[in-house]
């Protein structure tokens, strides 16, 4: 009941393009869903979060959909660079700061 | 403002050796995390302190790891003796107890042989 399932474990996406990330979770009581990106050699860093009482949050080019009936989440890339090459991670919490990780996605923006 | 500092960032030690790791959280954060990643995986939360205080213990391999927060401020993560699946980064994180988020440290590699 506490894991986090993400898909896809990698993807590759020219400059530009759309990125999209998914996530989906068991547990009904979680009531925190981030997403974290990582570069290599650093500690994950929060990108954008979402509570449940919302379907979609914005932040620049980052966007987060949460489709509460079906227990999943997404995180959208729009106009992906090159910069944005990293590993992605969603995660979930019940109590908003004990988060379970998913596995992660490894994104490549192509120039 | 001063990010979480860990050191050292890598550590090689042969299996059955004992080895430490420590933290310095963001000042005034009174909640900090030990998390272990291993290469290709998300991380997972060993132990979490709130001040000086251990709230959740439950993923610790407790034969082998423990962790301390002397006045609640810098932490030590110990594990005695190191097996080869302990290979991993240990993340160390902290957090305000009223906003929750989580700023990470750069980690520490552990490489066991």
């Known amino acids: 009941q506490q894991q986090v399932k993400q898909s896809p474990q990698s993807l590759i996406v020219q400059k530009g393009g759309i990125s999209i990330i998914n996530c989906a979770y068991e547990?009904?009581?979680?009531?925190?869903f981030p997403w974290y990106q990582q570069f290599p050699g650093k500690g994950p860093a929060l990108l954008i979060a979402i509570r449940p009482d919302v379907s979609e949050k914005k932040e620049g080019r980052f966007t987060i959909s949460f489709n509460k009936s079906a227990k999943q989440f997404s995180l959208h890339i729009m106009d992906s660079q090159p910069g944005d090459s990293a590993t992605y991670f969603c995660?979930?919490?019940?109590?908003?700061?004990?988060?379970?990780f998913g596995e992660g996605t490894q994104l490549t923006v192509n120039p | 403002e001063a990010g979480v500092a860990q050191s050292p960032r890598y550590k090689i030690i042969e299996k059955r050796q004992s080895v430490a790791f420590w933290c310095n959280p963001i000042?005034?954060?009174?909640?900090l995390y030990w998390y272990q990643q291993i290469l290709g995986q998300g991380p997972k939360l060993l132990i979490q302190f709130q001040n000086n205080g251990v709230v959740d213990d439950s993923q610790l391999p407790k034969d082998r790891f423990s962790a301390e927060r002397l006045k609640g401020v810098d932490s030590t993560l110990k594990i005695q003796p190191a097996k080869l699946e302990d290979s991993a980064v240990y993340l160390c994180?902290?957090?305000?107890?009223?906003?929750?988020?989580?700023?990470f440290g750069q980690g520490t590699r552990l490489t066991v042989v």
């Open positions: 547990n009904t009581a979680f009531d925190y």
């Open positions: 000042s005034g954060h009174a909640t």
């Open positions: 995660a979930a919490s019940k109590i908003v700061w004990r988060l379970t």
């Open positions: 994180a902290s957090s305000l107890i009223t906003k929750g988020e989580a700023f």
